[in-house]
């Protein structure tokens, strides 16, 4: 039980920062601002990549969250959707490759370093396509779809790996202080 707690609590304070970042973060002159809550998501999931639930739960409530805090016109419905189907997915895609023969061999943070590493930029690229195309069915797009993934999805893709590197490195680096205290 002390486990789960402790979990649980790790994970809401990580959902809040993202929260916060996500808040906090401005457009840098792009019509879509760069998700650091998405970014969040994608520490979570690594910290707790054994526990579909556990990422399931918090990719909902990322999409909860910037639905909240989106700027983008009517921008809710397609900001959970897109949440929990990039959960989803990422999940599937980090299950198969944690198994990869060749990660096998490496340590723990390493593997878990570039299962991040792979899992920023083609998360951040599933969730802007399927929110896109979310806000395309639903409530149209202020622009043409290509325009708006290469303006806005392809930067963020960039913006996303650098900042959740960041964030990942930061939360790993507190947890196994955390932990030696």
Do not use: W
């Not at 401005?26 to 520490?43: K, N």
């Not at 198994?99 to 370093?113: A, H, I, M």
């Amino acid at each position: 039980m002390k486990t789960n707690t402790r979990k649980l609590v790790l994970n809401s304070i990580l959902l809040a920062i993202g929260l916060l970042l996500h808040q906090l973060t401005p457009a840098l002159g792009f019509p879509i601002q760069p998700d650091m809550a998405l970014a969040m998501m994608f520490v979570i999931m690594v910290l707790n990549k054994d526990d579909y639930k556990t990422c399931l739960v918090a990719g909902i409530i990322t999409g909860v969250f910037t639905a909240l805090t989106t700027k983008f016109p009517a921008g809710q419905i397609p900001n959970i959707l897109d949440k929990t189907i990039t959960v989803n997915v990422m999940f599937a895609f980090m299950y198969i490759v944690y198994r990869l023969p060749f990660l096998k061999k490496l340590s723990e943070k390493k593997k878990d370093t570039i299962v991040t590493s792979l899992l920023l930029p083609i998360g951040t690229l599933v969730s802007g396509t399927s929110f896109l195309l979310a806000a395309k069915l639903i409530v149209g797009l202020p622009g043409p779809f290509s325009a708006l993934f290469v303006v806005a999805v392809l930067p963020a893709t960039v913006l996303n790996l650098v900042a959740g590197l960041f964030l990942f490195k930061v939360v790993k680096m507190t947890l196994s202080r955390a932990v030696s205290a």
